[in-house]
């Protein structure tokens, strides 16, 4: 079974940038395809970007598309999210994923917070 855990989350002002990460423990990491999601309290998870197994076939929402990249170094099992020219609306919780067998296995996420 595998288990996530997220770092580099913290607070950076407007215009400035943050890189996230998220160590997969456990299972094999180089065969998911995995996840960024975001939460901001009171409101569902959104998707952030998505990323293939082998940094192939990114996709990202259309509200960090140009500012956000998501990519992966499997020789270390952790998967990354740089995060640039931030904005208050990014304040979130940022949570890391995969799907296995039908079931989403998700980390314990890392908060964001961008404000002045």
């Known amino acids: 079974q595998v288990q996530f855990v997220e770092s580099g989350g913290g607070l950076v002002q407007p215009g400035g940038a943050l890189r996230l990460s998220c160590l997969a423990k456990?299972?094999?990491?180089?065969?998911?395809t995995m996840w960024w999601h975001r939460q901001v309290a009171g409101k569902e998870r959104e998707l952030v970007a998505?990323?293939?197994?082998?940094?192939?076939?990114?996709k990202y929402a259309d509200s960090v598309k140009g500012r956000f990249t998501i990519s992966r170094d499997n020789a270390k099992n952790t998967l990354y999210l740089q995060m640039n020219n931030l904005t208050p609306e990014d304040t979130a919780v940022y949570f890391c994923?995969?799907?296995?067998?039908?079931?989403?296995?998700w980390g314990q996420g890392t908060q964001v917070t961008v404000s002045s």
């Open positions: 994923s995969t799907i296995i067998l039908g079931q989403r296995y």
């Open positions: 456990g299972g094999i990491f180089p065969t998911y």
């Open positions: 998505i990323i293939g197994k082998g940094n192939e076939g990114t």
